[in-house]
């Protein structure tokens, strides 16, 4: 039976009739499974007046009675995270161990909000001056926005709205169109958790939805997450429109391997970070940099376990699943063609790998390339996919040198046994997060997660004390309590004494 996944809005599936609709994919089929309605800007209206109604209560609810609601909306996700999973495989196609990964670090984050009582803690000075107490408050913005993408639809709306909401803030939430139902899923767990009404509001779409939430003057901030050029023009448009926007972009991301390097570790490293989730991670390991002389070793070993893997069917025990949709699989098969075309390597071809499923899937094995150059398009781009570059090096100096002057800065990795050389990188790297030995350095949820350069825009990254800081407004409150021994009128500009 095909499912129909709407709008969720002020507690309850909006009933209206939608002017226009996506189809929703299984990637395993490559069959529509169903349809989602796209809201236009009068829809988004109506989430905006839910959410605003719904702030003036919550705002004012207790941290006590915030961090309960979390309390239980930690223990239903979690009670229900394969529910969950299950429903991120069916529409993104991921592996089912995968899908539930990513629940599991969106857990996280819910955990770290648990503790919004301790989080808000402000500062107090007594006595300033004679007489006089200072203090700082942090304060709700009102309605924020959150706009994900596809590739982690449970997770990444959660780096944001569980401290957006235990900061007392109401959350609207833009999924991707590709894969809606999660979001959905999680609504109805927010309402079973006892979070009023309106605090929560998901509203589906595309660009329409998109534009009406980053113009709309009752929204006071956008979190987003998506690729570089749209999260540029979010970045652009919702300032433009006196929003705070932190706006989370693509990523190319390197991983170093010195001469000294555990090669073995090294390998088994590359073909997790290259090809888990099919290379549809943003902190997926698209670029090997070896320093030589360990490229024909690694690329030897990363071969012999290329051979292992099997592509198929995620819920039936794959290593990888599908590409998420025709389009994107026929996108990241026309870089393997460039590839070759521009003259690099192609050490295996994902085009010609056998899969275990269904003939319409959208189906590309793992692929590897060697001796590819900086000026190719498959190092200069953003893939997405399980497409794998070794570049091969002569020095440690060389390696930075490319990691530094690559476009995107968020995520990179070194591997080595060097305690110097990796505190080093460590230090000259222009990355946001930094793996030694570690593939995908995604920063537990008490940190915060984000790039530099163009895989961010704004100043803000997500989650820890950082979105903490992003969700609140800070307030200074200068106080003084009458005693007989005021000291009358003085124009002068106020001086401690
Ligand atoms: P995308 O940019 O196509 O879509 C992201 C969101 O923007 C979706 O909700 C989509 O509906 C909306 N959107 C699409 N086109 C739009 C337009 N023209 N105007 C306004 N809104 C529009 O990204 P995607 O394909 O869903 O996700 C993959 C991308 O996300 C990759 O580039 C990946 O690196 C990036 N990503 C980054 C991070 C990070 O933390 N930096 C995390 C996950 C994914």
């Known amino acids: 039976?095909?499912?129909?996944?709407?709008?969720?809005?002020?507690?309850?599936?909006?009933?209206?009739?939608?002017?226009?609709?996506?189809?929703?994919?299984?990637?395993?089929?490559?069959?529509?499974?169903?349809?989602?309605?796209?809201?236009?800007?009068?829809?988004?209206?109506?989430?905006?007046?839910?959410?605003?109604?719904?702030?003036?209560?919550?705002?004012?609810?207790?941290?006590?009675?915030?961090?309960?609601?979390?309390?239980?909306?930690?223990?239903?996700?979690?009670?229900?995270?394969?529910?969950?999973?299950?429903?991120?495989?069916?529409?993104?196609?991921?592996?089912?161990?995968?899908?539930?990964?990513?629940?599991?670090?969106?857990?996280?984050?819910?955990?770290?909000?648990?503790?919004?009582?301790?989080?808000?803690?402000?500062?107090?000075?007594?006595?300033?001056?004679?007489?006089?107490?200072?203090?700082?408050?942090?304060?709700?913005?009102?309605?924020?926005?959150?706009?994900?993408?596809?590739?982690?639809?449970?997770?990444?709306?959660?780096?944001?709205?569980?401290?957006?909401?235990?900061?007392?803030?109401?959350?609207?939430?833009?999924?991707?169109?590709?894969?809606?139902?999660?979001?959905?899923?999680?609504?109805?767990?927010?309402?079973?958790?006892?979070?009023?009404?309106?605090?929560?509001n998901v509203v589906h779409g595309d660009k329409e939805a998109v534009d009406a939430l980053l113009t709309h003057p009752d929204v006071k901030s956008i979190s987003f997450v998506g690729s570089t050029p749209i999260a540029k023009y979010v970045y652009e448009t919702g300032t433009a429109h006196g929003k705070r926007v932190q706006a989370l972009g693509g990523a190319k991301n390197h991983m170093v391997v010195l001469p000294d390097a555990d090669l073995d570790l090294a390998a088994d490293a590359a073909i997790n970070a290259g090809f888990g989730s099919a290379g549809e991670r943003c902190m997926a390991i698209s670029a090997l940099v070896a320093v030589e002389p360990v490229a024909d070793a690694l690329i030897a070993k990363i071969k012999e376990r290329m051979a292992k893997l099997t592509t198929g069917d995620g819920t039936k025990g794959a290593d990888m699943g599908p590409l998420v949709s025709s389009i994107h699989r026929d996108k990241v098969a026309s870089y393997v063609a460039a590839g070759e075309e521009e003259g690099a390597t192609l050490v295996v071809d994902g085009r010609t790998t056998k899969f275990e499923g269904d003939a319409a899937g959208f189906w590309l094995g793992p692929t590897l390339f060697d001796n590819v150059t900086s000026k190719m398009s498959i190092y200069t781009d953003e893939i997405f996919g399980p497409v794998l570059s070794v570049i091969r090096v002569k020095t440690y100096a060389e390696a930075l040198k490319l990691v530094n002057d690559h476009l995107y800065g968020n995520g990179t990795a070194i591997f080595t046994n060097d305690g110097g050389a990796a505190r080093r990188y460590q230090n000259e790297v222009e990355v946001g997060m930094v793996g030694i030995n570690v593939p995908i350095p995604v920063p537990m949820a008490y940190y915060s997660f984000g790039g530099w350069k163009a895989s961010l825009f704004g100043d803000t990254h997500a989650h820890g004390m950082e979105g903490v800081h992003f969700f609140t407004r800070g307030k200074v409150v200068t106080s003084r309590w009458l005693d007989p021994s005021h000291g009358g009128i003085n124009l002068g500009f106020p001086q401690n004494v």
């Open 1 to 200: 039976m095909s499912k129909h996944v709407t709008h969720w809005i002020n507690g309850q599936e909006w009933s209206g009739t939608a002017a226009r609709h996506g189809d929703i994919y299984n990637p395993a089929t490559g069959q529509v499974t169903g349809t989602v309605d796209f809201a236009t800007s009068a829809v988004m209206d109506q989430a905006v007046a839910s959410s605003k109604a719904a702030f003036a209560e919550w705002r004012q609810a207790s941290l006590a009675r915030r961090a309960q609601v979390l309390f239980a909306f930690r223990e239903l996700l979690n009670a229900k995270k394969e529910e969950l999973a299950a429903i991120i495989t069916a529409e993104h196609g991921k592996v089912l161990s995968d899908a539930l990964g990513e629940v599991t670090r969106g857990l996280e984050v819910v955990e770290f909000a648990c503790g919004i009582p301790h989080l808000l803690k402000g500062g107090y000075s007594e006595s300033v001056s004679t007489g006089v107490d200072v203090y700082s408050i942090r304060q709700p913005l009102g309605v924020v926005g959150i706009i994900s993408p596809f590739n982690f639809p449970a997770m990444v709306p959660m780096w944001f709205f569980p401290l957006a909401i235990a900061s007392g803030n109401v959350v609207i939430v833009k999924p991707s169109e590709k894969d809606p139902s999660a979001t959905d899923f999680v609504a109805k767990l927010w309402k079973e958790a006892g979070l009023p009404d309106g605090v929560f």
